[in-house]
């Protein structure tokens, strides 16, 4: 149906757009526009009309709204796979930092149909899920109701923050299902998948003790069905990561794997080789990862179950509570285990990150968290450090390829399973207009371990669906153009 529209809309463009006076909406001038799908590199004016881009041309463009961005990039909006962080707080950090889709793919939304129609109409850029399947499994235990539905009260009262669900969820982790539970859980997943869910999210490293069996069995269904699977492997391990490849390959399930630095630490280049393997095959297996030498979590959760030392690497002083800041101690840790306070874990070198970022078709994927002053960098800064940092300063890779790594690579990873995101990660006529324009000399993240969120800077302009959302580097208030993702089983 999209085809269709996208064959009339340019029928009609090229009839409305001879006339010299036609006016667009908007009109981006003289910005260096850069589209890694068609390789487009070069000075133009970009015009947009209905929220799509109608025109991308060398010649003057009349516009209602004309905005000089000469000396910036015009870059398709970024697309971030992987955040958890998904309320308006959150969005505004995002979207200084060039995001125009931001979407929570690792652990997936509980209640998906009532969750998209809570962010419906008042989200800043767009927004959307994979079916959480922790969730779905504790549904298919009758003896966890009550947790199911004091969460959707929540989601109905839009108060719904991600600590919620491991605290109400998190008994149900450690408990085996009987058959019938367990094929309770894959109806519970594939109805979901009907609400709209993108794909299905396996965050099986907050879940270790599941049996290899039933994890498989989510695969096997995920492989019939042809829907995405993004997993959070078992453990920070090469096995853990053979686990998932395996269960991939044998099933047919497509598989994105989640920030695959903290999964392999430093094996990394084991790692990636064995994943660019598996693509080279024929096999839809892609990976992601936040430019951070840190990953952040909860206390509570299966992370920091005896051996947590040895699994990565790290001691006490390691953990840095985002709370306050301070570091742990033996006595400070098990206190705030407690109350499943968020830690920013130091466990990585910086060479590893590096050798990621560079890495071909790895995909840049934030991990942001939910907000709090001294929440993870990541949560903010992610895209334009990889711009200002691994670009610019450090030359690790080019400014296109970065750029491809936050745009086309993740819209074309969803396409299978969400057909819209063809319409976005380009600069081309017909395209979305999510439009992400900064100046590449001084675009940098500004949020840090030590002094928290901030807004990046360097970021001028950013439209999404054709609104600015961003203008002279500030928020425009009051515009909600964020519209859902959905997947392609959406009824
Ligand atoms: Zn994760």
């Known amino acids: 149906m999209r085809n269709t529209f996208l064959i009339l809309f340019l029928t009609l463009s090229l009839n409305a757009f001879g006339q010299s006076t036609f006016q667009y909406d908007i009109v981006l001038e003289g910005g260096r526009v850069i589209d890694p799908e068609t390789e487009l590199d070069a000075i133009k004016n970009v015009g947009i009309i209905n929220g799509r881009i109608a025109m991308i041309s060398s010649d003057p463009l009349s516009g209602k709204e004309t905005v000089n961005v000469s000396g910036m990039v015009v870059a398709p909006g970024f697309i971030d796979l992987h955040v958890h962080g998904m309320s308006n707080v959150e969005q505004e950090y995002q979207l200084h930092d060039g995001v125009t889709t931001a979407l929570e793919l690792e652990w997936g939304i509980e209640h998906t149909g009532a969750w998209y129609a809570s962010r419906q109409g ?84 907050y879940l270790p003790d599941t049996k290899p069996a039933e994890m498989y069995s989510v695969f096997e269904l995920a492989g019939q069905i042809d829907a995405l699977i993004y997993t959070h492997n078992r453990q920070p391990s090469i096995l853990s990561l053979q686990e998932v490849i395996a269960d991939a390959t044998l099933t047919g399930a497509p598989l994105h794997i989640v920030h695959i630095n903290s999964m392999s630490l430093g094996q990394i280049d084991f790692a990636l080789n064995m994943v660019s393997a598996a693509a080279q095959k024929g096999f839809d297996i892609t990976t992601e990862l936040y430019p951070y030498t840190a990953a952040s979590t909860g206390l509570m959760t299966a992370m920091f179950n005896e ?83 691994y670009v610019r300063e450090d030359q690790v890779l080019d400014l296109n390829t970065a750029i491809e ?87």
């Open 122 to 205: 008042n989200a800043l850029i767009h927004y959307g899920a994979s079916v959480c399947w922790p969730f779905e499994r504790m549904k298919a235990l009758a003896s966890y109701q009550d947790g199911v539905d004091e969460l959707l009260d929540l989601v109905q009262e839009k108060k719904y923050a991600r600590q919620s669900f491991f605290h109400i969820a998190s008994p149900s982790f450690t408990e085996d299902l009987t058959s019938e539970e367990s094929d309770r859980t894959l109806t519970n997943i594939k109805s979901a998948l009907g609400e709209g869910a993108i794909g299905i999210g396996v965050p099986i490293g």
């Open 307 to 389: 051996g947590w030392q040895e699994r990565l690497g790290i001691d006490y002083g390691d953990l840095q509570l985002v709370a306050t800041g301070e570091r742990l101690t033996k006595e400070t840790f098990a206190r705030h285990r407690r109350t499943n306070q968020y830690v920013i874990m130091h466990m990585m070198q910086p060479e590893w990150i590096a050798r990621g970022i560079a890495a071909p078709g790895v995909i840049i994927g934030s991990d942001g968290m939910p907000y709090s002053k001294l929440a993870h960098p990541r949560t903010a800064g992610t895209f334009s450090r990889v711009l200002g940092k």
């Open 405 to 491: 790594k936050m745009t086309l690579l993740p819209a074309k990873r969803l396409e299978g399973i969400a057909p819209m995101m063809r319409f976005k990660g380009r600069i081309q006529v017909g395209a979305d207009a999510d439009i992400t324009v900064f100046d590449p000399n001084s675009i940098i993240d500004k949020a840090t371990f030590e002094g928290g969120l901030e807004f990046s800077e360097g970021i001028a302009y950013v439209l999404v669906n054709g609104t600015f959302v961003l203008k002279n580097g500030k928020t425009v208030s009051n515009v909600f153009p964020g519209q859902g993702v959905y997947g392609r089983f959406k009824k």
